[in-house]
T-cell receptor, first 118, second 107 residues
């Protein structure tokens, strides 16, 4: 069965960096794009962008350029989200999410809570 | 940037129909998807490609789209349908976007 398993919650100070992993299993990793979605506490879903898991080419949403980096582990089936120069406003749950063949998100990771506080 | 607009909240008594709208300029050319997110859970798709329903989703969920407005209708809403519902689509450049979410209350 399809599974997306993310790394655990982290607490960071402003200015630090964090790298979240998303390990996929149960399907052919390179055949499905991987999206990243942010959800701040009590807020809605925000599409951050996606990465082509065949070419590694990332596409970033308008609000997620500069400090956010999508990458892949080419030897395996893991996608990564790195956030640099963390700010308090980055406190949120981050989810990886597979885009299915009908061009919508069909599977989600369990989410990784990133808390940024001094 | 492209936006999808939803009402913040909708409230209906149990057994009545609940309709949630989503408006966006690109909707005449782009599919809409609807996600249900219950408190503390990951989202679940309830409608895809405007009006298709996954097999595991109850028949009371339906979707439609006309012009710049898409709709999610829950016929005979139940208490267990209480959740936040998000529409999801893309702009003309292929960037995805979520609507702001609509909190459905059934009471």
């Amino acid at each position: 069965q399809v599974q997306l398993v993310q790394s655990g919650s982290e607490v960071k100070t402003p200015g630090a960096a964090v790298k979240i992993s998303c390990k996929a299993s149960g399907y052919s990793f390179r055949n499905y794009a991987m999206n990243w979605v942010r959800q701040a506490p009590g807020q809605g879903l925000e599409w951050m962008g996606w990465i082509n898991t065949d070419t590694g080419n990332p596409t970033y949403g308008q609000d997620f350029t500069g400090r956010f980096v999508f990458s892949l582990d080419w030897s395996g089936t893991t996608a990564y989200l790195q956030i640099n120069d963390l700010k308090a406003a980055d406190t949120a749950v981050y989810r990886c999410a597979r885009e299915g063949l009908d061009s919508y998100i069909d599977y989600w990771g369990q989410g990784t809570l990133i808390s940024v506080s001094s | 940037s492209y936006e999808l607009t939803q009402p913040p909240s909708v409230s209906v008594p149990p057994g009545q129909a609940a309709r949630i709208t989503c408006s966006g300029d690109a909707l005449p050319k782009k599919y809409v998807y609807w996600y249900q997110q219950k408190s503390g859970q990951t989202p679940v798709v309830v409608i895809y490609q405007d009006s298709k329903r996954p097999s595991e989703i109850p028949e009371r969920f339906s979707g439609s789209s006309s012009g710049t407005v898409a709709s999610l209708t829950i016929s005979g809403a139940r208490v267990e349908d209480e959740a936040v519902y998000y529409c999801y689509s893309s702009d003309t450049n292929g960037h995805r976007v979520f609507g702001g979410g609509t909190k459905l209350t059934v009471l």
